[in-house]
């Protein structure tokens, strides 16, 4: 069975800056994508950052400068650095792995929990 556990999430006044967490365990082969995701209230869910097994990445252009997304591949974790927050940035974030495990020959998506940041003064 494959979990993500993601940390790190909780409040902090804009301007200020967070660091998320997510780590896989469980069965894993091996992960491609690994990527993060926001749900704003009252919004759809959106993708934040994405990094591939290269290391190659790309953001929305609402965090670019901002926001930095990087990977352990040892560790199964990645990270989202975010910096200078906005109250625009307040929404559940989860993280996202395309990972295969001993079990498939497949990649399939993965999702973690959710974790709240919340940018408010």
């Known amino acids: 069975q494959v979990q993500l556990v993601e940390s790190g999430g909780g409040l902090v006044q804009p301007g200020g800056s967070l660091r998320l967490s997510c780590a896989a365990s469980g069965s894993i082969l091996n992960i491609a994508d690994m990527g993060w995701y926001r749900q704003g209230p009252g919004k759809e869910r959106e993708l934040v950052a994405r990094i591939r097994s290269d290391a190659n990445t790309n953001y929305a252009d609402s965090v670019k400068g901002r926001f930095t997304i990087s990977r352990d591949n040892v560790k199964n974790t990645e990270y989202l650095q975010m910096n200078s927050l906005k109250p625009e940035d307040t929404a559940v974030y989860y993280c996202?792995?395309?990972?295969?495990?001993?079990?498939?020959?497949?990649?399939?998506?993965?999702w973690g929990q959710g974790t709240q940041v919340t940018v408010s003064s």
């Open positions: 996202n792995a395309q990972l295969r495990t001993y079990n498939s020959g497949n990649y399939y998506p993965f």
